[in-house]
């Protein structure tokens, strides 16, 4: 298939230490839409034969050198061969116009790392996972609810974008009048930016300056993409998604048929953390009225908050990863 020629960063760029366990190199792969996507692949250095393989990526509005690159290189020094990838519009990922987002083609970004994977000499195709943070927690649970090569899903941290989206934090929001509200000022937008041709932005998740009485959890987000995991290509650290970019999302549920899932999945969530809900909600919808609720775990992290699960690797729960892989066949 062909591939879109991307310009990609040769030298180390991430957030966190480069391993002397594992080799790192650049990939690229397509999506069923035509997009190619940018990827740091992780291979544990010294091993030989067929792995086993995750993709990772997130949070929603990040990119592979923040937090999903940290949790690939730590899974490759535990025996996994593993990708962290920009989805579709951000990052070193192509697709025009930037900054967009999709339930339908982010799900696809992930199916796409699958396919990738599964056809690579040194992996496993019957042994493939997938980890999604943050926003792409719940895109990872949509893309095993459709894709059965997926043996084992982990959640961490997750949100449901379409509901928050739809229903605003906490579900604040949640009434006809506030959702039609919100969809005459994105159509109106929409008008103005097409007469001009070209896509505001809709500024990242922490604008600075913070004001004194910003929320906890908007301060949290600072620390990390303003602060300690700053990226010139995040954009959360940035100028953040389109103004429009994820109008799709209040019209589009995502994880409609995740009782349906057979394979195992995890979610892990901090006891502190301002999207626990989300998580939480999403667990006992997956295992309600379902027939495969035995191999599905909700996994709380005492004191934990949401940022916790991006970087803190006291916080992360890798060993419990890693041994829920290796027990549910990817291994």
């Known amino acids: 298939m062909k591939t879109e020629e991307l310009k990609m960063v040769s030298e180390w760029d991430k957030t966190f230490p480069k391993s002397e366990k594992v080799e790192h190199k650049k990939i ?37 050198e923040q937090c999903s690159g940290l949790y690939a290189q730590t899974m490759a020094e535990r025996g996994f061969l593993t990708i962290a990838f920009d989805p579709s519009y951000t990052g070193e990922s192509g697709g025009l116009p930037r900054y967009m987002a999709s339930p339908d083609i982010n799900t696809e970004d992930f199916m796409a790392a699958v396919d990738f994977l599964s056809v690579q000499n040194n992996v496993d195709s019957d042994k493939i996972g997938i980890i999604g ?43 006809e009048e506030a959702r039609f509200t919100k969809k005459q000022a994105i ?11 070209v896509y505001s932005r809709a500024g990242g998740c922490v604008p600075l300056p ?26 959360n650290s940035n100028e953040g998604w389109n103004s429009i970019g994820c109008q799709s999302f209040m019209n589009q549920p995502i994880l409609k048929y995740s009782n349906e899932i057979r394979s195992a999945v995890l979610i892990i969530h901090g006891e502190k953390a301002h999207s626990y809900y989300f998580g939480k909600d999403a667990y006992e919808a997956m295992i309600k009225s379902s027939k495969y609720a035995a ?37």
């Open 28 to 64: 690229t792969f397509v999506n069923r839409y035509g997009i190619t996507l940018a990827a740091d692949m992780y291979t544990p250095k010294n091993v030989e034969g067929k792995l086993p393989a995750i993709a990772v990526s997130g949070p929603f509005g990040a990119v592979k």
């Open 133 to 175: 943070i943050c926003g792409w927690g719940g895109m990872a649970i949509n893309a095993a609810a459709l894709d059965t090569r997926i043996k084992a899903t982990v959640a961490s941290t997750m949100y449901d974008m379409t509901r928050v989206n739809a229903n605003g934090y906490f579900d604040s929001e949640d009434s």
């Open 187 to 197: 159509n109106a937008l929409r008008t103005e930016e097409y007469k001009k041709g």
């Open 210 to 235: 913070l004001p004194d009485d910003a929320p906890f959890f908007v301060k949290d987000y600072s620390e990390y993409y303003k602060g300690r995991c700053y990226h010139e290509r995040s954009l």
């Open 295 to 331: 191999n599905k775990e909700l996994l709380t992290i005492p004191d934990a908050v949401h940022t916790d699960l991006y970087d803190n690797l006291d916080v992360i729960p890798f060993d419990k990863m890693q041994k829920f892989f290796e027990e549910n066949g990817v291994c």
